[in-house]
């Protein structure tokens, strides 16, 4: 296999983070209009891809900007589950405390940027016409906390705010990286691709036999392990890249689990695929300007990402109920003022709360 050596460095990741939030947020603002809500993402709908070429044939703007992102735009998620998975398969090979330590540290910052998310939420309710009650938004709060929301289709896209139940998948990596990377890295000694190959027979295996109507798999850190391990084997063996004949197999692979249902538990891990070299491209041929801005968005990522959710439920964005370019041109200056001083204060208080409390140790 033809493929570069090397780690990505910290700019290669935030830039990488950089173009999948603004994947996600723009996904997430038009697909709440139901002309653009057709994405295969949770569960395969095999009339997604025709209303997606539908949208082609209005020859207006919108409709097309709100078709790419509606139907493709989710896919920016991905690159947060890979490089997650990379991120922290390059910390734990070098990590030489408990793992339950390891896994503690992690879950520490991310229940603050959830905590971040909910009093957001709180303060918008108001403004946003929210009518949950207080028991309900106990009950979903505890289902993102422990991540049993996302288990069923039920409950999955019923958090308080929509893009929240990445929260629980993100909790459960947390949870189970510590043997998600001893599985990989004792199995990769057979064959370096074998772990992969492992996770997508179970992934086929669950697929087709558990009930898919009632449990959301892929709304589980289950349904996105081939993500995960391949994040792992690529920081392991820091490959960087794929061989053409890998690129082609990959899209032609995306394109048909589109089509079939029975390709369609590939759609993401090749899609990743896809994504690692298109985002490689896309920073080699960035402007200056252009990769400040995409380096500076992945700095802030996450608190764009739990804000935007709830800002698209302002009147102003919601009005009619017709997507209207200008309005997205209002909202995405908005979401960024309102993350940059958010994103400086969740660092204030990670350095006061988590490096006190390791020094009281």
């Known amino acids: 296999m033809n493929h570069k050596q090397g780690l990505f460095s910290k700019s290669d990741t935030t830039y990488f983070k950089g173009i999948g939030i603004l994947l996600i947020f723009i996904h997430n603002y038009f697909h709440l209009k139901g ?51 990379y991120g922290l398969s390059i ?3 070098k990590w030489e405390q408990s793992k339950i330590k390891f896994v503690i540290k992690r879950l520490k910052k991310i229940y603050l940027l959830l905590a971040f998310g909910i009093v957001y939420w709180l303060i918008s309710k108001p403004f946003i016409g929210a009518v949950d009650n207080f028991n309900g938004f106990v009950m979903q709060s505890i289902y993102l906390a422990t991540s049993i929301g996302n288990i069923t289709r039920a409950t999955v896209y019923s958090m308080f705010s929509g893009p929240f139940w990445f929260f629980a998948l993100v909790i459960q990596l947390y949870v189970l990286f510590p043997l998600i990377y001893r599985y990989t890295i004792e199995i990769s000694k057979t064959s370096k ?49 794929f061989s053409p004949p890998i690129l082609i197999a990959a899209t032609l ?6 089509f079939l249902e029975v390709l369609f538990p590939l759609s993401f891990i090749s899609m990743t695929i896809l994504l690692i070299h298109i985002v490689s491209f896309l920073e080699q041929k960035s402007s200056l300007n252009l990769k400040k801005f995409i380096l500076f968005t992945g700095t802030i990522s996450m608190m764009l990402f739990i804000f935007n959710g709830t800002l698209r439920f302002y ?5 009619d109920g017709k997507i209207q370019i200008f309005r997205f ?20 208080l990670s350095r006061l709360l988590f490096q006190r409390s390791s020094k009281n140790k």
């Open 315 to 319: 009147p102003l964005f919601m009005e």
């Open 91 to 93: 910390q734990y090979s």
């Open 193 to 241: 691709w074998l772990p992969l190959g492992g996770v997508l027979a179970l992934l086929y295996l669950l697929y087709f036999t558990i009930n898919l109507h009632k449990y959301a798999l892929f709304g589980t850190v289950i349904g996105h392990l081939p993500e995960v391990i391949l994040g792992v084997t690529m920081a392991h063996f820091k490959i960087k890249s």
């Open 35 to 85: 002309t653009y809500n057709i994405q295969n993402e949770i569960a395969f709908k095999p009339d997604n891809i025709w209303a997606f070429f539908n949208l082609f044939t209005k020859f207006n703007i919108t409709d097309w900007i709100g078709g790419i992102f509606g139907f493709l735009g989710h896919y920016g998620v991905q690159i947060f589950i890979f490089f997650s998975a």
């Open 329 to 348: 041109l209002i909202f995405v200056p908005i979401l960024y003022v309102i993350s940059y001083p958010s994103y400086l204060l969740f660092n204030y």
């Open 253 to 258: 692979i995306f394109i048909g689990s589109q």
